[in-house]
């Protein structure tokens, strides 16, 4: 199943596209997941990431757009709340 996350930016940052290297997070070793049950909407995660992956929603709290995220774990470092934790990809 393929899952369309639409993940217009706040922020300055050109959006991932498919380019000669393909999609992005196939590159990824670690996978970050969010817990939006304790979000707090405070919108660190899409502001620190380095690949503009992460849309955060007041209703929805924080989406990924996995095939582009990389697996930095700067996401989850930066969360105030420990709402987002990182799994090894496949697991
Ligand atoms: S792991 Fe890195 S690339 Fe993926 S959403 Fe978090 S900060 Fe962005
Ligand atoms: S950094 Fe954590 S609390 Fe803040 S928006 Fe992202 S997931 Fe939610």
Same mark, same amino acid.
Do not use: P
């Given at each position: 199943m393929v899952i369309i996350v639409e993940t217009k930016s706040r922020i300055p940052l050109a959006k991932p596209k498919l380019g000669v290297? &393909? *999609?992005? &997070? +196939?590159? !990824? +070793?670690e996978k970050p997941i969010i817990d939006n049950n304790k979000c707090? !909407? #405070?919108y660190l995660c899409e502001i620190y990431c380095p690949a503009n992956v992460v849309r955060v929603e007041r209703d929805s709290g924080a989406i990924i $757009? %996995? $095939? %582009? #995220? *990389? &697996? #930095? &774990?700067i996401c989850a470092n930066v969360c105030p709340v420990g709402a987002i934790r990182m799994i090894k990809e496949g697991d």
């Open positions: 290297a &393909g *999609k992005t &997070g +196939l590159w !990824r +070793l707090v !909407r #405070c $757009d %996995y $095939d %582009y #995220c *990389k &697996g #930095c &774990g």
